[in-house]
Every structure is written in structure tokens, then in C-alpha cells.
């Protein structure tokens, strides 16, 4: 048996697991965070962090050793869809700017914070048993760096161990809203690909691809197929993802002239929620809900779980609500909150072209520069697309473009 108890055990200590373990250590509780991994590492996934994770990131005092590693700001997002391109501010007064750091240095900087915060970490220590006592959750048991078996007990086991998830497939929580894997994307690095500060993505029928700058002066590239596509396609991977870019000529050209610093990565996910609570028992980031990379949402999802989490959490510990309570605000708050995003996410990642009246609605916010940050920050997960597609809005962006080309073209 370990020494001592806990009031929380988080298992995975990336972008849901340290922060969560960060915010309850600051309020005074005894934490543990394991970790199959040791950090810095690298992990399947881009990285692009919107303005809401990097207010996150300053909420907690952690931006500024974000930008002291270097890492680009990007304040522009491009969206061509082939007939015009919208162009965006992704964010607002309070958090301008996106980045787009390495998940080896991001990670790394969060498990630092929750270790300082007072969390204690352990790193390679891999969970192979959730300890079930009459029905609630109240330990689990692993294997430690030096291969040993070690159980360790504690009021609450969070799983913020990713869309596999260990604690998930053991306390089988209720899943809703589930869809298939949509679209499978590869992305790689390059260097001599400069991004002046834009996050550029390019739509067509059945193809996407997106370029954002990151660390070393490098730029991630990654480029997407339908699913159904990829049997058929991951056999020339390189070939595949290079002839996305034909459809973009001039960014074919750019990417040419550019060289390929890293190896192919790519994958495929499923959609759907998992109910994130039940005795002694919660979830976390990609644990709990998880959606198609294509909005680049899952890093900020994490984030907001674990402040969410964290707060139901102490609201429980403290006596001020019953834990059940205190949890269920946390997954309404969660469900509400992110909804029409996972259903904007799923309906672009089918790559199908936007319906018409989707497409006459683009049409019009091009050229409009406030629909046009509007539509940035819908996809950088600033406004929610109930709120931007709502019918107020929509009959407020047609009637400007009515007004633009009815009005005389300026002179000159
Ligand atoms: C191709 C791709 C591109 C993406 N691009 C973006 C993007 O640009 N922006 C964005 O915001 N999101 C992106 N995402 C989503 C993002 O990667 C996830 O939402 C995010 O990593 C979730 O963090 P997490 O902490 O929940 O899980 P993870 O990052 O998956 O971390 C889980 C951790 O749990 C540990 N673990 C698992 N099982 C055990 C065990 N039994 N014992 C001990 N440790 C264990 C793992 O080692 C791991 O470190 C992308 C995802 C993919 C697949």
C-alpha cells in the first residue's frame, strides 16, 4: 500500500490532468498525478491553442512562461474557400492572440505548474486497476518507474487520461451524442514556410488543410480526407497530403519551396460525451468529451473541464454542495457550454461543401470585417455558433451586404 491518502488521484497529467490537479493543490488539497509518460513529451496531436486557452493560461499566471519559450503569436486567421477568403481577428480586447506551442513544452510547463502548486507528480507510472469498493471508486492500483505494484486510495479518481480512457473503461459511464470517426488528418513540420502571424486554412469538397506557425521557426501543416477515404489513402501518406495542396495553388507553391523537417503523424477520432461523474469517480478533457480536431478545440475543452472540475470538486470536499450536486453543474455546465461547437466541429469535419445557404451566408460576411472576425472567433471558440448563426445575426450580416452593394463604390 502507498503511504498516505488523497483527497484527489489524477490519472494523465497533460493538458486536462495538470491543470486540474494545479487549481485543487492551490486551494489546499493533497493531490496525485501519475502518468504512464515522462515529460517533456510529445503526444498525437497539433497544438493550437485559441485566445480562450491563452486567457486560460493567464488566469493562472503561466502566459508568460508560454511566450518567454518563443513561441509565435498569431492574431489573423484565413479561411479560403476557394471563391473568396474571410479574414479574421480570432480574439478579443482581453485576449487577442492565438499560439501554437509544442505539446513538448506546453505539457511540461503544466505538469511544472501543478508540481509547484504542490501536486505530487509521478511520471512513468502506468494504471492497471481502478480499486472498487461496494460500488465506489476509492484508489487505484499501478505500476511505478522501478516496476512495482503500488496502490494508492483517495476521495476522488479523475480520469484525464485521453479518449482511451483507462478510468472510462472502467467505470463505463453513460456515452450520448456519439458519431463516428469523420475525418482522418496528417500533419508534419517544415521550415522556410514563414506564417507572419496567420493561422491560414483552406476548405474545399472532401479535402482541408490548415498552416500555423510554432517553435524553432517551424510550421505545422496538416492536411485532412474523409474517413472513408483514408483504407485507400494512408498507403502514400506523403503523396496524398501533398496533392491536397494543388487545390490551393499558391500555398502549393509556398510549400514547395519549403522542406520537410519531421516524419508524417495522423489519426482518426470519434465524437461523443461521456457523463464526466459518479461515485468517486470524475473525467476530464478528452476522457469525457471528445470531437474532430478540425476546430482545434480540445486543448481549451481540457482547460475549461479542469476549472470547472476543480471548482465542483472543492465545492464538494468543503461541504458547500453534496458531490453528486456539485458534479452535475459541472457536466450541464460542460454539455451546455459546448454543444453547438461539437455540432459545428462534426458538421464541417465531414468536408462536405457548406449547404447553400451556409455558402450565401459566407458570401456575404466576406468583405464585412466585423462578420468576418466573427466567423474567426467562432471557429477559435470565442463566440459560440449558436450565437453567430442565430437569426438576428445572420439578417444583420445580410442586410450590411445588401447595404455594401447597393451603396456607390468609393472613388478612386
Ligand atoms: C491529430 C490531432 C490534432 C489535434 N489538434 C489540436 C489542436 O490543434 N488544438 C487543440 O486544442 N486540440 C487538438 N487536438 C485535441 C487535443 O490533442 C486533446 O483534446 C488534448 O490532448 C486532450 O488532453 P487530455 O489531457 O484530455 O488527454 P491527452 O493529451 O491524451 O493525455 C492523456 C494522458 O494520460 C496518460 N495516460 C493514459 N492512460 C494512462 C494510464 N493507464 N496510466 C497512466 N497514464 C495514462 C497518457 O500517457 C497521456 O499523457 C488534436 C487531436 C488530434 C488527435
Known amino acids: 500500500m502507498g503511504r498516505d491518502r488523497y483527497d484527489a488521484i489524477v490519472v494523465g497529467a497533460r493538458c486536462a490532468g495538470s491543470p486540474t490537479a494545479m487549481l485543487l493543490a492551490r486551494k489546499g488539497y493533497k493531490v496525485l498525478v501519475v502518468d504512464r509518460a515522462t515529460f517533456p513529451s510529445d503526444t498525437l496531436s497539433t497544438h493550437i491553442l485559441h485566445p480562450p486557452a491563452v486567457e486560460a493560461m493567464q488566469r493562472w499566471g503561466l502566459l508568460d512562461r508560454l511566450v518567454a519559450t518563443g513561441c509565435p503569436p498569431i492574431d489573423t486567421y484565413t479561411f479560403d474557400f476557394g471563391p473568396f477568403t474571410l479574414s479574421g481577428a480570432p480574439g478579443t480586447e482581453a485576449a487577442p492572440l492565438t ?43 499501478g505500476r511505478d518507474k522501478d516496476g512495482a505494484t503500488v496502490t494508492e486510495r483517495a476521495d476522488v479518481v479523475i480520469g484525464a487520461d485521453g479518449r482511451n480512457s483507462f478510468v472510462a473503461k472502467t467505470v463505463q459511464p453513460e456515452q450520448y451524442n456519439e458519431k463516428p470517426p469523420l475525418l482522418s488528418g496528417y500533419y508534419t513540420y517544415w521550415s522556410g514556410l514563414p506564417m507572419d502571424g496567420r493561422f491560414d486554412i483552406c476548405i474545399r469538397p472532401d479535402r482541408a488543410f490548415g498552416a500555423i506557425p510554432t517553435h524553432d521557426d517551424l510550421t505545422l501543416v496538416i492536411a485532412g480526407w474523409p474517413f472513408e477515404e483514408d483504407e485507400a489513402n494512408k498507403h502514400d501518406v506523403e503523396g496524398n497530403y501533398l496533392k491536397v495542396f494543388d487545390l490551393a495553388p499558391e500555398f502549393a507553391e509556398r510549400i514547395r519551396g519549403a522542406k520537410r523537417e519531421a516524419r508524417f503523424a495522423g489519426t482518426a477520432v470519434p465524437n461523443f460525451f461521456r457523463r464526466p461523474y459518479g461515485p468517486g469517480w470524475a473525467l476530464v478533457g478528452d476522457a469525457g468529451y471528445n470531437k474532430d480536431f ?6 481549451l475543452d481540457a482547460f475549461r473541464d479542469a476549472e470547472l472540475c476543480a471548482a465542483a470538486l472543492d465545492r464538494s470536499f468543503s461541504g458547500a454542495r453534496s458531490f453528486d450536486e456539485a458534479m452535475a453543474g459541472y457536466q450541464s455546465t460542460r454539455d451546455e457550454r459546448v454543444l453547438p461547437m461539437f455540432e459545428f466541429t462534426c458538421q464541417l469535419a465531414t468536408l462536405e ?50 447595404e455594401r452593394s447597393s451603396s456607390p463604390a468609393p472613388a478612386g
Not at 478540425?294 to 486543448?299: R, W
Not at 472576425?373 to 442586410?399: K, Q
Open 99 to 141: 499560439y501554437c506551442p509544442r505539446r513538448t513544452v506546453l505539457d511540461k510547463l503544466l505538469v511544472d505548474a501543478a508540481s509547484e502548486a504542490g501536486a505530487e507528480i509521478r511520471e512513468e507510472f502506468t494504471v492497471q486497476e481502478i480499486v472498487v469498493d461496494d460500488g465506489r471508486v476509492v484508489g487505484m492500483r
Open 294 to 299: 478540425i476546430t482545434a478545440q480540445g486543448i
Open 353 to 402: 461543401p457548406p449547404p447553400p445557404d451556409l455558402q450565401q451566408l459566407l458570401a456575404a460576411v466576406h468583405g464585412n470585417q466585423d462578420a468576418m472576425d466573427g466567423f474567426a472567433r467562432v471557429n477559435a471558440g470565442v463566440t459560440s455558433p449558436a450565437e453567430f448563426f442565430a437569426d438576428e445575426n445572420v439578417s444583420r450580416i445580410f442586410a450590411e451586404a445588401q
